[in-house]
């Protein structure tokens, strides 16, 4: 399974391709730290899942999972932020997203969940449902 990381904040979408990188059948096929280079980068790779921060330094991971959502419809979108509002989680199940992590205390669960995208080709493993953003 392929994973696209975008992330402003280096240090932290270092911590995510190292985490990445030790789940089994996963590979990290790129990064991006801005709104353009992430749309480019994703339609490029075309990956099976895009890990997204929401406040990124130029523009929103939001808008880049809606415009690359019209061309990758089957893209599974996890989104990652430290601004867990119902606004934020709306807007992100509006984009596509199927995940809404909050940083500051569901980090670690990105690990799980590729693993079990990871299990089944469809990205959803037999017996899991995935977590669908709250309106």
């Known amino acids: 399974m392929k994973v696209f990381v975008v992330e402003d904040s280096q240090a932290v979408r270092e911590r995510l391709v190292e985490m990445i990188r030790d789940i089994k059948?996963?590979?990290?096929?790129?990064?991006?730290?801005?709104?353009?280079?992430?749309?480019?980068?994703?339609l490029a790779t075309r990956p099976d899942v895009a890990i997204l921060d929401i406040s990124l330094g130029e523009g929103s991971g939001i808008d880049v999972l809606a415009q690359v959502k019209r061309q990758l419809p089957a893209?599974?979108?996890?989104?990652?932020t430290n601004y867990a509002t119902p606004q934020h989680v709306k807007a992100s199940?509006?984009?596509?997203a199927e995940y809404f992590l909050d940083k500051s205390s569901e980090f670690e669960k990105i690990v799980d969940i590729l693993e079990r995208l990871a299990q089944d080709d469809s990205g959803t493993a037999a017996n899991d449902e995935p977590v669908k953003p709250k309106r």
């Open 25 to 42: 059948d996963v590979d990290v096929v790129g990064e991006a730290a801005s709104e353009e280079a992430a749309v480019s980068g994703i």
């Open 75 to 80: 893209l599974k979108g996890i989104m990652l």
């Open 93 to 96: 199940a509006d984009a596509g």
